[in-house]
């Protein structure tokens, strides 16, 4: 019923810059919330960034600075562009959103999308 679809991970250098996409699709009648989580090997998934439907932000602590949330409500789309890349970044990044349509109000996930920082 519905989907969330990332793209833009892959590898990059320490300093270099990434930007992910993930886009939402099926049946839907609004889109609250949207974020980002990672997980590392061996750990805990964690928030990175969020983004409420009117705008505001939220970041990790060890995001801010280098990383912005955005989102485009026409496209249902919410973007990460990652800059100063740290290998400490490394991870698969999952892209969450918190969607109403007739069937439910919920969270909903992405498959994943891998980053890797490493020279």
């Known amino acids: 019923q519905v989907q969330l679809v990332e793209s833009g991970g892959g590898l990059v250098q320490p300093g270099g810059s990434l930007r992910l996409s993930c886009a939402a699709s099926?049946?839907?009648?609004?889109?609250?919330?949207m974020g980002w989580y990672r997980q590392a090997p061996g750990k805990q998934r964690e928030l990175v960034a969020a983004i409420t439907s009117g705008g505001s932000t939220n970041y990790a602590d060890s995001v801010k600075g280098r990383f912005t949330i955005s989102r485009d409500n026409a496209k249902n789309t919410v973007y990460l562009q990652m800059n100063s890349l740290k290998p400490e970044d490394t991870a698969v990044y999952y892209c969450?959103?918190?969607?109403?349509?007739?069937?439910?109000?919920?969270?909903?996930w992405g498959q994943g999308t891998q980053v890797t920082v490493s020279s």
């Open positions: 969450n959103a918190y969607i109403i349509n007739i069937y439910a109000t919920r969270d909903y």
């Open positions: 099926g049946s839907i009648f609004r889109i609250n919330d």
